[in-house]
């Protein structure tokens, strides 16, 4: 059962304007895509149209449920429906949402709020596996694990090259946050220097670089957020702050979540993510034929950066430049090592790619900007 917590408040401010979604959606508004989101479920609400249960690795419901509002939230800012009351839509509200709880730090009893914590990388293996078995053309992914040390996550790599190789699925995942209590230790070195050899924290599913689009979060003047994760794996960056979307209630738009105690801003690489997600399936709607890898590269290739950084990769999402008709260059190359290749069904250890690293400990990411520190399992956990 779901802990009880308040609701947030209503906000009628757009915070997908800089997009400029209209202009998007006189080329695509994702009509036939299946965007799986794999979170901690997707509530049944009246602007998420075309809401498909698509199972639950939490409890016994069909993933049509949420004790946190984050999968709401992100499936919101992927789909939802425009309502001419407030202005707010999702990048993609003809596509339709394949909603799967995959973990959850506030399903438990009512008179124990945030003390269960469920989820880990072999049930997000195994919800990858499921989006893409039925049918998900773009599966967002805005749960992280991070640690000092390589990530027992075999199963994860072999089911996301299951999902992109096998079942052409794109996939979209969040770089995560760091600089808040319960979130990625920073990395070290930082900036320029960072690369596959001197990175010194692992984040996974990130790091299966050959197979997700991860994205960063940006401010408002395209620089990178305070607690935005760098890596070598960051692919691009898209708005991550001050966003709004979807109340759980069913009626009212969020601009915080709320949680135990306080209600946190909806702002982090879990709110970036699903904007690219949103942007991929405007693409795959309106360029059926290219697979999902053509898609990833076209959506990095066009963001506005000047060159890759590892704080916002190949830069800013231009969705008006992935769309257009004119042929787009070839991604911006980056001159670091790359994941090693995971053949689907093998265990996927990605042995050597962190020779930097110390320790072996791993770090879930709790809701700790917007709930404090959870009791958890060690694996994902959804991230602001």
């Known amino acids: 059962m779901c802990a009880v917590s308040p609701p947030a408040e209503a906000s009628d401010a757009d915070p997908l304007a800089a997009l400029d979604l209209p202009a998007l959606w ?24 075309a809401l498909v249960p698509g199972g639950d690795f939490v409890s016994t419901g069909d993933g049509a449920q949420d004790c946190d509002g984050h999968g709401t939230v992100v499936a919101g800012i992927i789909a939802a429906a425009t309502d001419p009351g407030d202005g707010f839509s ?38 990858v596996r499921a989006a893409a078995d039925q049918g998900a053309t773009v599966i967002n992914i805005s749960t992280v694990a991070c640690g000092v040390g ?37 990395q070290v070195p930082t ?16 790091w299966y670089d050959d197979y997700v689009l991860t994205v960063a979060s940006a401010a408002a003047d395209g620089t990178p957020s305070v607690f935005t994760m760098p890596g070598p794996w960051v692919d691009v960056a898209a708005p991550g702050e001050g966003l709004t979307s979807l109340n759980l ?56 950066g000047s060159g890759w950084t590892p704080a916002l990769g190949a830069g800013l999402i231009d969705p008006l430049a992935a769309l257009a008709p004119e ?20 265990v996927a250890a990605p ?19 917007m709930w404090g ?11 602001g």
């Open 26 to 49: 006189r080329f695509s508004r994702g009509a036939g895509q299946k965007v799986a989101v794999i979170d901690t479920g997707v509530a049944r609400h009246r602007r998420l149209r």
């Open 90 to 127: 999702g990048v993609a509200p003809d596509a339709s949402v394949i909603a799967i709880r995959q973990t959850s730090v506030k399903f438990g009893p009512a008179d124990t709020p945030g003390e269960v914590g469920v989820g880990d990388v072999d049930t997000l293996a195994a919800a």
């Open 150 to 186: 390589p990530v027992a996550d075999g199963a994860l790599g072999a089911a996301l090259a299951y999902a992109v190789d096998v079942k052409d699925a794109v996939v979209v995942t969040a770089a995560g946050n760091t600089g808040g209590l319960g979130q990625c230790p920073a």
């Open 191 to 206: 900036g320029a220097r960072l690369s596959w050899d001197t990175v010194t924290v692992a984040v996974s599913p990130a």
């Open 249 to 304: 209630d069913g009626n009212t738009l969020a601009d915080s979540v709320a949680g135990v105690g306080a209600d946190a801003p909806i702002s982090g690489t879990s709110y970036a993510a699903p904007v690219v997600a949103g942007v991929a399936a405007l693409l795959r709607a309106r360029y059926p034929e290219l697979t999902a890898r053509q898609v990833m590269a076209r959506i990095e290739s066009t963001a506005g």
């Open 327 to 346: 042929t787009v260059a070839a991604p911006p190359s980056q001159t670091t090592a790359q994941p090693i290749p995971v053949t689907p069904g093998a």
């Open 351 to 369: 042995d050597g790619r962190f020779v930097a690293l110390l320790g072996t400990a791993v770090c879930a990411l709790a809701l700790a900007a």
């Open 373 to 383: 520190l959870n009791r958890w399992r060690a694996g994902p956990r959804p991230i």
